[in-house]
């Protein structure tokens, strides 16, 4: 649809450049087109332009100001993707260093604990003997026949020698408190490993009494009851307040019955 062949004179749009200006002029204009109708004539001069997509221009219609804009928003975008990729990077480096460490760890405590106790005390005592014979050596060296005032000595020289011998002291002092430190730990060590040693094992009868059994029940009557206890104890079948202390009882239950099976099938 065209404009009206026979509408009054009015200002033409062939000097607009712009086709959103153009497509204002022609709605204006008596008698009124339609949208579509008018799209279509704006697309005739403009075949470049989109009415879906208000504001849009080619490349070459863009201006100068929106390339660098654009430019701008672009380079904006690249840095914060590669600050976040950075950034994951980082953490998931320091997540694998701290699993690592971790690994290290346990794998010490698992040499450390596989070791007999025999061999955890000889070598304590090896650490006390060392201990003591190092204080042994310093005591036989140690001479205070250097610090001996005799009557060419000076008040001066008085004063040198008694600080000297107080800071020998001093330092003799020390050394003695560390041998004893070192003595009360290896006491403490040696207690616990005569008080492990002493502790009888637990009984099996007992752990019969731990889940309300008897130690010739059969083994039709052992399942049944750990069944019994799985459902009282689960965590999933009380409150969230009570779970916790649900969990923990339900895990000790558990080693206590595994306990059992361990010994029957053995």
Known sequence: MSIHPNAPSRP???????????????LRAEPRPRRKDAERQVLKRFPWWNPWKPGWRPPRFSSPQKDVDRQQAGDARRLSYQARREEVLRQRRHRKQFQRQQDARAKQQKRTDSRAPEENVAEDFQEVDKAIAAWTLAADKSSYDEFLVEDHH??????????????????????????????????TRIRAHIATKSRSPEKPNSLYRNVGLDENCPDFLLKAARMAYRKQFHPDVHPKRDRAEAENRFKEVEAVFAQIMLLRDG
Do not use: C, H, W
């Not at 033409?12 to 002029?25: K, Q």
């Not at 008085?158 to 430190?181: H, P, Y």
């Open 154 to 187: 000076t008040a001066n020289d008085v004063v040198g020698i008694l600080f000297t011998a107080l800071n020998r002291m001093k330092d003799e002092r020390d050394q003695a408190i560390s041998l004893i430190s070192t003595l009360v730990q290896e006491r």
């Open 12 to 26: 033409t749009g062939s000097n607009i450049t712009d086709p959103e200006e153009l497509l204002a002029f022609l």
